[in-house]
């Protein structure tokens, strides 16, 4: 599998990598947020013919319905976002929310890349950040849009476009990323 990683310090994410390489982990976490048929079953489901609207459905429904469940120790193994949309069962930790909004962003035909990185308070967290490629930031206005549209998510500005972070938690705006990882080129479902 091919990904970018863009190395923003030189240290691994502890507690969010469980011994593996970062190599391995960014496979596993790559190849589990591949959207699929039942990917696409729900977003059908929603019934919405705007693409910007489907993702901020999507995205509120998961959000909603999601519980946080830890990992046990030493069993960090992402979840396979195609498992969520079939069975229904939108549980699980940070990684697994991550893969499955990154599933319904690729399949929504969104540039998106999954951060992994840590705060003071926490020691590792993993999150979804989706590139809104058809906004360019024109000013406040898309911006105040976009923060209505995503409670749940944080709006930011890089290489001229718009961002927006799926956080599964508000409060961890204040993450540092130390690794973003990109599904490649070569990746089609």
């Known amino acids: 599998m091919m ?5 923003i310090f030189a240290f691994l994410v502890t507690g969010c990598l469980s011994g593996d390489s970062i190599d ?6 790559i190849r589990s947020g591949k959207p699929g048929t039942f990917c696409r079953v729900y977003l059908d489901q929603l019934n919405c013919s705007d693409t910007l609207q489907l993702l901020q459905m999507a995205c509120a429904v998961i959000n909603h319905r999601w519980i946080y469940e ?3 120790p030493g069993k960090d193994i992402p ?3 195609e498992k969520v949309f079939r069975t229904q069962q939108f549980r699980g930790d940070c990684e697994d929310k991550a893969v499955v909004y990154m599933a319904i962003a690729r399949e929504l035909g969104f540039f998106c890349r999954l951060g992994l990185g840590k705060s003071t308070e926490i020691e590792g967290h993993a999150w ?3 590139r809104l490629s058809q906004f360019k930031d024109n000013g406040n206005a898309e911006n105040r849009f976009l923060e209505v549209a995503f409670p749940n998510g944080i709006i930011f500005k890089e290489s001229g476009y718009l961002w927006l972070a799926l956080i599964s938690k508000p409060e961890y705006e204040s993450l540092i990323p130390q690794y973003y990882i990109i599904p490649g080129n070569n990746e089609v479902r």
């Open 3 to 7: 990904y970018l990683r863009l190395f």
């Open 24 to 29: 391995n982990y960014a496979d596993k976490l």
């Open 70 to 72: 830890n990992d046990q």
């Open 79 to 81: 979840v396979r976002a």
């Open 128 to 130: 979804t950040e989706i």
